[in-house]
Each structure stands twice: as structure tokens, then as C-alpha cells.
């Protein structure tokens, strides 16, 4: 399963690998979406609306579970996630960027 129910709540911090970049970092709650996260780590993410719309920040989701807030109205495909919308909900979520 890669989304958790809207009843599930981010975690205060989690690992985020991020396989392209063969670079693993900690998430915390103050660091925002894991767009917000991914650009702060120098991860080269795409993005153009930051609200859930066009779809391009999506990247496939390799290991783990998030949560979106706000819920995106883009559609992505089955292992894709939306980076400006998404948080983790596991401790350890791996990212294909
Ligand atoms: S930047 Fe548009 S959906 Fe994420």
C-alpha cells in the first residue's frame, strides 16, 4: 500500500532515501511537503503548481506510505506520488529522484 486512509496522521519525522540520488535524509513535521524536503536537500524535483493540479512534481514511490495535504486533484499513476502534497507516514519511505 503506498497512501495511508485520511485518518492517518505524518509522522514527526521519518527517513526519506531518495534512490536517483543515492542520498538519505530525515524528514521532520517543520519541513513541509516532501517537495519543500527534496529541494532543501538539493534533489533536483520538478514542479509547477505546488498545490496538487498539474501533476508534474510527480515520482514514483518505491518503499513506504504517505499522506496528502491538501488532497491532490492531478491523477498519477499507481506508484507515483505527488512531492508537494505528500508526507510520510511510515519511518522509512524511498523515492525515486
Ligand atoms: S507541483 Fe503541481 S501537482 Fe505538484
Redesign the pocket.
Known amino acids: 500500500m503506498l497512501f495511508s486512509s485520511s485518518k492517518a496522521t505524518p509522522l514527526k519525522e521519518a527517513s526519506v532515501e531518495f534512490t536517483d540520488s543515492q542520498k538519505t535524509e530525515t524528514w521532520s513535521d517543520s519541513d513541509g511537503s516532501l517537495?519543500d524536503f527534496s529541494e532543501h536537500q538539493n534533489i533536483p524535483a520538478l514542479?509547477?503548481?505546488?498545490?496538487?493540479?498539474?501533476?508534474?512534481?510527480a515520482v514514483q514511490l518505491l518503499e513506504g506510505e504517505v499522506i496528502y495535504e491538501p488532497q491532490?486533484t492531478?491523477e498519477v499513476g499507481g506508484r507515483e506520488v505527488?512531492?508537494?502534497?505528500a508526507k510520510p507516514v511510515t519511518a522509512h519511505i524511498k523515492l525515486k529522484i
Open positions: 517537495l514542479s509547477s503548481c505546488r498545490g496538487g493540479h498539474c501533476g508534474a512534481c491532490p492531478a505527488l512531492l508537494c502534497c
